[in-house]
């Protein structure tokens, strides 16, 4: 039996509210030396409230409760005071700044000094050492906005390495990364363990928990569940479920019987160039069909070219054209603009919606309408009870765990903001609705209820596209799936016949290696002249 560990942090009955909110309510949670701690919780729970509270972005005084850090109660007013003493937390949306370089970034607010200026020569020197420490290898002089978002994460860290940590925070560190930078990264936490380096974890990827952490507390509604011992409690995927949840989930995926109608909806020939570079293209000839009723998977390693094939559908909002016919219900349509996408029936949720989807200035009334105002408006003027009214349904609908849908949507959990963007475009009344990394960042219940809307849009006769890097996801979701390899759909699988292995070949493969033998309908002729006298 491996030794006891003595405590490094002792939260002791943290409550926590905000106006008509109680984030935290009497919450309790002991970490101990050299271990990974996981907090796990449906959105909302609180962890990354109480992760603010022991950082000090929530100030002493600003909660009641008691900690206690290192055997000695600490009081944190600013972020600074809890660095001070080891504790450094590493946000979701990565604190860096994207024209400055590797070294400026670790070392900013914290540069080495000499003779009063600072000491460039050894901050660069440092940053090399730092570095090695969390496997980036890289010129520190290069620029974070040339780095990928997993090298950034690793930035991150060694950040957080330059202020002398103790206690290691990170919230939701791998739901950006792609399979390999999360591999990276869980070793990185496994070799700060054997150095003695204290982490505590926020993840919605329960896989990862049960691979990584040594204790995992649960938190509910703001308070604390239970904490479990991984090696002596037994603990499992459903067991860390049923307690986030108060249940059992018998399935992650809701029960559904597909009523799969006629093709509507068919790109031939989709070819797009990247907005930067003439000789790069992101889509290479795609073509590709959706049925109503049916939930259409995109599958695809980062950088394959998922998002960039549906960005240039939704009116050419990422590359430059250069051919391809898009065709809705037979006839030919032309997506020349955003509003020509909402106008023909198209609606795009993306996979960044704190840039993208949101305006986290808004309300979530306007953020739920904004797509279509028209819908709202009587002679050009939006009619504020229309608007609540539409706003209030849709929270009741998507089940939007907020008190008022006057609030801000930069209140809201990150599952809440996800269904704001989904009602945002089930307002415009889509036929198609294309959705990538829908369920990125939230937690299974939250997955759970959106894969039910999913359902419900496709029962309702639409079709929805799933662009997700997730492949269990896509194979319990989807009727078919696509497969994209550098800008090229090499393959499309029938559900029956999905599985990683299958769809992991043809996600690294050059050339189409499987098709269905569905075959559209109703579509216009194909000829090669009429491809080339026509366009978008």
């Known amino acids: ?96 700044v994207p024209g400055m370089s590797i070294t400026e970034n670790i070392f900013l607010g914290n540069e080495p000094r000499r003779r009063g200026a600072i ?173 109503r009723g049916e939930i259409v998977g995109f599958a695809g390693l980062m950088g394959a070219g998922r998002t960039e094939l549906a960005m240039s559908l939704f009116g050419r909002s990422y590359g430059t054209w250069l051919s391809g016919r898009v065709f809705k219900d037979g006839e030919e349509i032309r997506l020349k603009t955003v509003a020509d996408a909402i106008r023909h029936g198209l609606a795009y949720v993306s996979e960044d ?37 539409v706003a209030e349904e849709y929270r009741q609908s998507l089940r939007i765990k907020t008190p008022s849908v006057d609030e801000g949507v930069v209140k809201l959990s990150g599952g809440n903001q996800q269904k704001v963007v989904l009602a945002k475009w089930m307002f415009t009344d889509p036929d198609l609705l294309i959705l990538d990394e829908p369920t990125r960042g939230i937690d299974v219940g939250a997955k759970f209820e959106i894969y039910r809307i999913i359902q419900q849009l496709v029962a309702q006769g639409r079709g929805v596209i799933v662009i997700s890097s997730e492949l269990p996801e896509l194979i319990g979701l989807c009727d078919r799936i696509y497969t994209v390899f550098e800008g090229a759909i090499t393959g499309e699988v029938a559900r029956a016949d999905a599985d990683p292995e299958v769809l992991m070949k043809q996600m690294t493969a050059t050339k189409k290696t499987a098709t269905t033998t569905i075959a559209p309908t109703k579509t216009a002729p194909t000829d090669t002249a009429t491809k080339k006298s026509r366009t978008p």
Not at 354 to 367: A, P, V, W
């Open 1 to 96: 039996m491996t030794p006891t560990r003595p405590n490094l942090l002792e939260m002791r009955s943290i409550t926590k509210t905000f106006p008509g909110v109680t984030a935290l309510a009497d919450v309790n949670l002991v970490v101990r030396e050299g271990e990974i701690h996981a907090i796990c919780g449906e959105n909302g729970a609180g962890k990354s409230t109480l992760m603010k509270v022991l950082s000090g972005v929530h100030a002493y005084g600003s909660y009641s409760g008691e900690i206690v850090y290192r055997g000695e109660p600490v009081r944190f007013h600013d972020i600074r005071a809890s660095e001070q003493a080891g504790i450094v937390i590493i946000h979701q949306e990565l604190a860096l």
């Open 353 to 389: 919606r704190k840039s993208i989807g949101l305006n986290l200035l808004d309300d979530i009334k306007t953020s739920m309408v904004s797509a279509k105002l028209s819908k709202i408006t009587r002679r050009r003027v939006i009619d504020p009870v229309r608007e609540h009214r």
């Open 119 to 291: 000491d460039w020569k050894t901050a660069q020197h440092r940053a090399r050492e730092l570095m090695e420490q969390v496997g980036l290898r890289e010129d520190p002089d290069t620029l974070i906005k040339d780095i990928g978002v997993g090298k950034q994460q690793l930035v991150e860290i060694a950040k957080a390495f330059a202020k002398d940590v103790k206690l290691l925070i990170l919230d939701e560190p791998t739901a950006a990364l792609n399979e390999d930078d999360s591999r990276h990264l869980l070793d990185l936490l496994r070799g700060f363990r054997e150095r003695g380096i204290t982490s505590i974890m926020i993840s919605h990827k329960l896989n990862e928990i049960e691979a990584v952490a040594d204790t995992i507390t649960i938190l509910r509604d703001g308070r604390t569940i239970e904490s479990l011992d991984v090696r002596e409690d037994g603990v499992d995927e459903d067991r860390i479920v049923r307690g986030m949840v108060g249940r059992e989930l018998a399935s992650r995926f809701p029960e559904r019987t597909p009523d799969i109608g006629e093709v509507f909806f068919e790109v031939r020939d989709w070819t797009v160039r990247h907005p930067a570079s003439e000789e790069r293209m992101v889509c290479k000839g795609s073509s590709f069909h959706v049925r």
